[in-house]
């Protein structure tokens, strides 16, 4: 894989994790969401009308452009495992923007995500 198409991955990996951030940003202006027959709507255009979760969106259509041009220059089987970066970009975004635990089991497993994934892109 040549850093070119690394850095497409990694971009379109670090876009997508933005986009969750981004979304629960949103999640939690609006609060927790109950869906009824009667709500459909207006539960809908408070969700819709969120800046967040328009900027998360806005974020997951890039990720996916990138994702695809990485797709056309490197095997499924290299790129997808790729993905797994984004746990670790999301979970310590979640750490510092919103105060969610980091256990030590947590970062344990982010130390093996991130060393599974420099294995392999060293392939």
Not at 5 to 23: E, K, R, S
Not at 36 to 58: E, K
Not at 94 to 104: D, H, K, N, Q, T
Request: glycine share 8%.
């Amino acid at each position: 894989m040549n850093f070119a198409t690394f850095c497409f991955i990694v971009f379109g990996v670090l876009l997508n994790a933005v986009a969750q951030l981004l979304l629960k940003a949103g999640a939690r202006n609006i609060g927790e969401i109950h869906i009824t027959l009667a709500n459909i709507f207006s539960v809908g255009w408070r969700v819709a009308t969120q800046i967040p979760i328009i900027g998360g969106l806005a974020c997951y259509v890039l990720s996916v452009v990138l994702w695809i041009i990485a797709l056309s220059r490197v095997d499924v089987s290299v790129a997808y495992p790729m993905l797994s970066l984004g746990y670790v970009v999301t979970a310590l975004g979640a750490w510092y923007l919103f105060g969610e635990a980091l256990s030590m089991q947590r970062l344990m497993a982010i130390l093996v995500i991130l060393v599974g994934v420099a294995w392999l892109a060293r392939t």
